[in-house]
């Protein structure tokens, strides 16, 4: 039987039946939610979108520092989480450490952009980094290139209106290719006869367009999606389960931060198996943020 009834969770109680938290923006992080079912197969996990704080691309770095920090103060006394996955490149460039020192009881799981296997990967040496313009802007991004690309040419490329379109294109809706190939040209680029061969994803919501950029891309080259390893580290991060048996959990669900996700986004939600019938909103008062 469910442990979901009446939109509350029997794990208020402290039952083994702790979550997975994995935490975006919007619906991006779906691209890892995906993959670490795929690792974690007897786990339950508990999508977040900041719905009512989606694009972070729009905010002031302090604000949004202060809201997502505020925001996994309710949520983990909510959900008492095993670990919690940021799925977002934007926030975990900008919010990890203030998160892993406001809450040291919780493990957490990052995305930063794949820039060390890109540059062990490339044959050119010519990489791109595709992102939003503050995973861009940060002094994190170019310490990962000084750090492990110091022998590629690294171009970083932040794009406005991708996550946008990603949104869009995931949900159904009609996208420009024109509007796409705008913003992935600039990852394409030639020096001393050698070409772009690598292309790294460094926003969740991109790999939903991977098919359509591979059918607008001027040339082939490997478009690097990090999901795969983020599920990856959270797998390392769980307590082995030493009975043998698998447990039993209640219901995998989303939940939006505005309480009010459209139609096509909980039809989105119900594709991926995640309940979105829960009535859990956002609840703050500047200070504190609680879920009811």
Not at 158 to 187: K, M, T
Not at 256 to 270: A, I, K, V, Y
Request: proline share 5%; aromatic share 8%; charged share 25%.
């Amino acid at each position: 039987m469910s442990r979901l009834m009446k939109g509350r969770l029997t794990m208020n109680e402290r039952v083994a039946d702790r979550p997975i938290l994995v935490f975006d923006s919007g619906i991006g992080g779906l691209t890892v939610l995906r993959e670490a079912r795929v690792l974690m197969p007897d786990r339950r996990f508990v999508y977040i979108a900041d719905d009512a704080g989606f694009p972070y691309g729009d905010w002031e770095e302090a604000a949004l520092c202060e809201r997502i920090v505020e925001l996994f103060g309710g949520l983990i006394a909510k959900f008492d989480p095993e670990i919690a996955i940021i799925a977002c490149n934007t926030a975990s460039t900008l919010v990890l450490d203030d998160l892993r020192r406001a809450y040291p009881g919780v493990p957490f799981v990052g995305t930063v952009p794949a820039i060390k296997p890109a540059a062990e990967r490339t044959s050119s040496g010519l990489v791109s980094v595709l992102a939003t313009p503050g995973t861009v802007r940060r002094a994190y991004t170019r310490d990962l290139i000084q750090s492990f690309a110091s022998q590629c040419h690294v171009r970083l490329v932040g794009s406005q209106s991708l996550a946008r379109l990603a949104e869009a294109h995931i949900r159904g809706e009609f996208v420009d290719d024109a509007e796409i190939r705008q913003e992935i040209a600039p990852c394409f680029y030639e020096r001393d006869g050698k070409r772009t061969d690598i292309v790294v994803l460094a926003c969740t919501h991109y790999p939903f367009l991977a098919n359509v950029f591979r059918r607008l891309a001027p040339w082939p080259v490997d478009w690097l999606d990090p999901a795969e390893a983020i599920a990856r580290r959270g797998l390392s991060l769980l307590k082995v389960n030493g009975t043998g048996e698998e447990p039993e959990h209640g219901d995998d669900f989303a939940m939006f931060t505005s309480g009010n996700p459209d139609f096509s986004t909980r039809r989105l939600m119900q594709g991926f198996g995640l309940d979105t019938n829960l009535g859990l909103q956002l609840v703050s008062d500047g200070n504190s943020a609680t879920f009811a």
